[in-house]
Nanobody, 127 residues
């Protein structure tokens, strides 16, 4: 089973930028849809963005559209999340995830359709 490791989180002021990385190991993720989710304290895990494998079609939550960009480098087996114009409400632990068998792109926003998760990386945006 693939192993995912996120990095790149930290503390940033409102309006700043961060780039998160999700490195995969044990097998290639080049053909997989990959997703980014986030979870703030006391809240449910929510969808942030997803990217398909070969075509690299991207999808975003309305709350991050125009500010965040998901991308992937298949030779490096890594997925990225560039976050610009950060807001205090973006504060959360960010997770990358790989989907389970039976997944279709229409299910991309549902955490229950992903069965492999990284450990998460904390993003804190100060006002």
């Amino acid at each position: 089973q693939v192993q995912l490791t996120e990095s790149g989180g930290g503390l940033v002021q409102a309006g700043g930028s961060l780039r998160l990385s999700c490195a995969a190991s044990r097998r290639s993720i080049s053909s997989d849809v990959m997703g980014w989710f986030r979870q703030a304290p006391g809240q449910e895990r929510e969808f942030v963005a997803a990217i398909t494998g070969t075509s690299r079609t991207t999808f975003y939550a309305d709350s991050v559209k125009g500010r965040f960009t998901i991308s992937r480098d298949n030779p490096k087996n890594t997925v990225y999340l560039q976050m610009n114009t950060l807001k205090p409400e973006d504060t959360a632990v960010y997770y990358c995830a790989a989907p389970k068998s039976g997944f279709t792109i229409g299910k991309r926003m549902s955490p229950e359709w992903y069965d492999t998760w990284g450990q998460g990386t904390q993003v804190t945006v100060s006002s």
